[in-house]
């Protein structure tokens, strides 16, 4: 019997605009709706960051708040995931909403370059990161842009600054950083296995057209699966997707042909280690 596959929804990130497409949701009531759909679809974790009505990228976490409110109130149970990467620079203002105790925050715990630019993750800065998702109860998701984040992850573990095994997310194809790359890709996979035993969840980002090609291998090899806008807005290289969900229903389409069961969110939060939350209990007795 194979692992269901949990699938992520990077709804906006802090990138792609409206002019790169229209689905792209900026405001939170829209970041509600398109994550409601990709929860119906699907997605039992959704990646979030949030932006200014300029469509710029924000840290404020009355925001976020928002965000959450609305999420938990239209989707219960799906697993709430906030970005802490999504303003390079700003300092601890990047931590600012973990207060709001999400259930998990993506940590970036290395510095690569990005397109144009250093993505900055000071030593200092991922100590306290980590220090206020212990704080809060907040699990990490790893961003792995190198295998250093990998064996990072691991250190970090052995300290106690990690809550729960370490949930690892290899990221491919962000143009300056990993290529996407199978021989890498499988010694990713070897390094989690080794490092944190067989059994230890793992999942994949693909940048751009690669989204797809991640969200194959990642899905074939047992691993689960990210998806979305704020990576990809594309669901060929003619068309835009339309959205969100058509993204997720491409992923689940993947899981299918793999003969794997896309993840209840009831399942995802067994695999992740994560409590069931109050209201969404109560959903699920009526
Ligand atoms: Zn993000």
């Not at 949030?50 to 989707?75: M, Q, W, Y």
């Not at 900055?120 to 961003?143: F, Q, R, T, Y």
């Not at 993840?263 to 109560?282: N, Y």
Request: with cysteine; glycine share 8%.
């Amino acid at each position: 019997m194979t692992t269901p596959c949990i699938i992520c929804v990077a709804i906006t990130g802090s990138l792609p605009t409206k002019a790169n497409n229209p689905a792209v949701p900026i405001s939170v009531s829209e970041q509600v709706e398109s994550t409601h759909e990709a929860f119906e679809a699907g997605a039992t974790i959704v990646h979030a960051h949030v932006r200014n009505d300029d469509e710029t990228p924000s840290s404020d976490p009355d925001k976020f708040a928002a965000l959450k409110e609305g999420i938990e109130r239209h989707c219960p149970g799906m697993i709430v995931q906030f970005s802490t990467g999504g303003r390079s620079g700003a300092g601890k203002t990047r931590g600012g909403m973990l207060p709001l105790r999400p259930d998990m925050a993506s940590l970036s715990i290395g510095s690569n370059n990005f397109p144009n630019r250093v993505y900055e993750n000071p030593p200092d800065l991922v100590d306290w990161l980590a220090s206020e998702m212990l704080a809060h109860d907040v699990k990490p998701e790893i961003e792995a842009f190198d295998l250093s984040h990998i064996l990072k992850a691991r250190d970090m573990a052995d300290k106690g600054q990690l809550k729960g095994t370490p949930y690892i997310q290899f990221v491919m194809g962000v143009k300056n950083a990993m290529p996407v790359d199978r021989d890498v890709f499988e010694y990713y996979i070897r390094t989690v296995h080794r490092l944190f035993g067989a059994d230890a969840p793992w999942c994949a980002a693909g940048i751009g057209a690669n989204q797809k090609l991640l969200n194959e291998w990642a899905i074939a090899a047992g691993g689960h699966a990210r998806t979305g806008l704020e990576d990809n807005v594309r669901l060929d290289r003619d068309t835009l997707a339309p959205s969100n969900a058509a993204l997720v229903r491409r992923a689940v389409e993947i899981c299918d042909r793999n003969n794997r069961r896309v993840a209840t969110w009831q399942e995802a939060r067994r695999i992740l280690g994560l409590s069931v939350p109050d209201d969404a209990r109560k959903g699920q007795a009526a």
